[in-house]
C-alpha cells in the first residue's frame, strides 16, 4: 500500500470519541458547523448506557437533579455544572436524548425526577434517562410485579441470584433462574457482546423465546442481561416482548458492557453519514495552536493526516482515556500541556481511608476553563482565543461520586460547541 500525506480543513475539530466528544460533534452538526472528529474508543464501552444528570450531592442519593443542581451552585460554585444554566442543560439533554432515538437507540425523555435504575449488582442508581430496553424495570418494580430474571451459563459479570438477592426486600416478588443460551450452552465461556449479535439474528430470538416461555410460569415480566443486539435494539427488544407476551427489561452487565457498545458502534457509523469527517481509533500525535485556529497532524492506515480547524473542541478525558497522565512529578494534559489543578503534592492525591464519602482530591484534579469554555493558563488567562474544553477533563468536580458523569459531558460539550460556533461564524445558539 502506497502511503500519502492527505490535508483537510473544517470549521471545528473535535478531539476524543467518549461521550461528551460524540455530544459534540452532534451539537455542532446541529448548529450547521463543519465538524471533524478524532479519538481513540476511549471509555464509552464502559458505560451503563445510562444518562446520569447529578445522582448524589454529598448528603445522599438525589431524587430531583434540577433541585440539587441549585445547592450544587451554593455549595460547589466551580463545578462545571454550576456555571451552566438549568435551562441549557434541559435543552442539551432533551437534544442529545431525542437525538439517539434518531439515530436508532431509543432513550427516555428526561423528566424532572431520577429514576432508579438497576446496576449489574442489582443495587439501585438515580439516573435522569435511560435505554428504552431498560425502561420496562421501573414500572415493574414500582408494581413489585412477579418478575423472572433470567441468566446464561457460562457468561461472567452478571448473575441472577445476586440481582434477586440484593433487590428483594424492596422488590419481593423477584426470582432468578439460569439457563443455556441458544448454540453457546456447553458450559464454555460466553461473552455478552457475541451473545447480544446472536440476538441480532432472528432464529436466535426464537429460540431462546422458546426456552424462556415454558419458565415464566407466574411471572408478569422478565429481566435478561443486557444482550437484545447490538445494533437495532429496540427492534430486537420489541420481537422478543411480543413472542413471550410479559414486558421484558434488561440489567446492564459490568463493563465493557453492551449498551457501551452501542453508543460506540452508533456513533461510528451514523455520524459519518450525518457529515462528521470521523477518525476513529487513532490518537492526535500533534497540536498546533495557530492564530487564526489549530493544527492537527495523525497517522492511519493509509497515512499522515493533517486537519486544520478553525476552533477545536478538546473532550480527551481523564486517566482511563488518556487526557491526564500521572507520574511522580505530578499531573500533566497529555496534548498540550495545559495546565491542571491538582493538588500541591502526592501526599495529597488521596485521603487515608479509600472509602472517605468526602472523596478524594485527585479525582478533582483537571483543566479550569472561563465562561467561554477556554482553557486557562496558570496565570488564568485563555490558553489560546480558539481552544475550548469539555467532559471529564474539566476540573472541580468527582463525576464518579457525584453520578454526574453524563450531565457533565453532555452539558459542557452543549456549551464548549456553542462558544466555538460564537468563534468560528460569529453566533451562539
Known amino acids: 500500500m502506497i502511503k500519502q500525506p492527505r490535508r483537510h480543513r473544517t470549521e471545528l475539530l473535535v478531539i476524543g470519541s467518549g461521550l461528551a466528544g460524540m455530544a459534540a460533534s452532534l451539537f455542532a452538526l446541529e448548529r450547521g458547523v463543519g465538524v471533524a472528529q478524532v479519538g481513540n474508543s476511549g471509555v464509552i464501552a464502559f458505560t451503563t448506557g445510562y444518562l446520569d444528570l447529578l445522582g448524589h450531592d454529598g448528603r445522599g442519593f438525589v431524587d430531583d437533579p434540577w433541585q440539587a443542581l441549585v445547592r450544587l451552585r451554593e455549595d460547589e460554585p466551580r463545578h462545571p455544572l454550576a456555571n451552566i444554566a438549568e435551562n441549557d442543560i ?10 439517539l432515538t434518531e439515530m436508532g437507540l431509543g432513550y427516555t425523555a428526561p423528566g424532572q425526577r431520577n429514576l432508579l435504575a438497576l446496576t449489574p449488582a442489582g443495587t439501585l442508581k438515580p439516573t435522569l434517562s435511560l435505554p428504552l430496553t431498560m425502561q420496562p424495570a421501573i414500572p415493574a418494580m414500582a408494581r413489585g410485579l412477579d418478575t423472572l430474571v433470567v441468566d446464561f451459563i457460562g ?11 440484593n433487590l428483594a426486600p424492596r422488590w419481593p416478588g423477584l426470582r432468578a433462574l439460569r439457563i443455556g443460551f441458544p448454540d453457546m450452552d456447553s458450559g464454555a465461556e460466553v461473552y455478552a457482546e457475541v451473545m447480544a449479535r446472536a440476538m441480532e439474528v432472528p432464529a436466535t430470538r426464537q429460540r431462546l423465546a422458546e426456552r424462556v416461555a415454558p419458565l415464566l410460569g407466574s ?3 422478565l429481566g435478561l442481561p443486557a444482550i437484545l443486539g447490538v445494533h437495532r435494539p429496540d427492534h430486537v427488544h420489541r420481537e422478543l416482548q411480543s413472542m413471550l407476551g410479559v414486558p421484558v427489561f434488561e440489567i446492564p452487565t459490568m463493563p465493557p458492557a453492551v449498551p457501551g457498545v452501542r453508543l460506540r458502534e452508533l456513533f461510528e457509523s451514523t455520524l459519518p453519514q450525518r457529515g462528521v469527517a470521523l477518525e476513529p481509533q487513532h490518537r492526535i ?17 493509509y497515512g499522515e493526516v493533517t486537519i486544520e480547524a478553525a476552533a477545536a473542541v478538546l473532550a480527551t478525558g481523564r486517566f482511563t482515556s488518556g487526557g491526564l497522565s500521572a507520574d511522580p512529578n505530578g499531573i500533566r494534559e497529555t496534548l498540550v500541556n495545559l495546565a491542571v489543578v491538582q493538588p500541591e503534592g502526592r501526599a495529597d492525591w488521596y485521603r487515608p481511608d479509600y472509602f472517605d464519602p468526602r472523596g478524594h482530591a485527585i479525582n478533582r484534579s483537571g483543566v479550569t476553563v472561563d465562561q467561554q469554555w477556554r482553557p486557562l493558563d496558570a496565570a488564568g488567562k485563555p490558553t489560546h482565543p480558539r481552544l475550548f474544553a469539555a467532559g471529564s477533563l474539566l476540573a472541580h468536580q468527582d463525576w464518579i461520586r457525584q453520578r454526574c458523569g453524563a450531565g457533565v459531558a453532555i452539558a459542557t460539550a452543549y ?15
Not at 434541559?90 to 437525538?99: I, L, P, Q
Not at 456549551?415 to 445558539?429: F, L, N, P, T, W
Open 155 to 165: 457468561l461472567n459479570g452478571f448473575s441472577a441470584r445476586e440481582v434477586v438477592a
Open 90 to 99: 434541559r435543552v442539551a439533554f432533551t437534544s442529545f436524548t431525542r437525538t
Open 219 to 221: 411471572a408478569q415480566a
Open 285 to 301: 500525535k500533534r497540536l498546533e495552536l495557530l492564530p487564526q485556529g489549530v493544527s492537527a497532524q495523525l497517522e492511519d492506515a
Open 415 to 429: 456549551k464548549a460547541v456553542g462558544s466555538a460556533a460564537q468563534a468560528v461564524r460569529g453566533r451562539q445558539e
